[in-house]
């Protein structure tokens, strides 16, 4: 096993958890011998599927790239005066 993959994560919490993952099948992967592996799985969810993944995927129009990040600012920005306002 040449590498291992790295996933953190903290839902909710004052910490975060940082997991070490070993790829297996990686031996040999490495150095003068490093190539890379893509993945054959093709994909995106709109829910949690029971898993993670980190295939690379076609990336979306700018568009909802912006629209997405909008949302996701908005939400953020209601979630922090909440949280200010519970602290008054």
């Known amino acids: 096993m040449a590498r291992t993959g790295i996933m953190y994560e903290?839902?909710?919490?004052?910490?975060?958890?940082?997991?070490?993952?070993?790829?297996?099948?990686?031996?040999?992967?490495?150095?003068?011998?490093?190539?890379?592996?893509?993945?054959?799985?093709?994909?995106?969810?709109?829910?949690?599927q029971g898993h993670l993944s980190s295939h690379d995927h076609t990336r979306a129009e700018d568009v909802r790239l912006v629209t997405v990040a909008q949302q996701r600012h908005r939400r953020i920005r209601a979630l922090r005066n909440r949280h200010v306002r519970f602290r008054a």
């Open 10 to 48: 903290g839902y909710g919490v004052d910490h975060a958890h940082a997991k070490l993952f070993p790829m297996h099948g990686t031996a040999g992967n490495q150095g003068e011998n490093w190539r890379e592996m893509a993945s054959p799985i093709e994909g995106c969810f709109d829910r949690y």
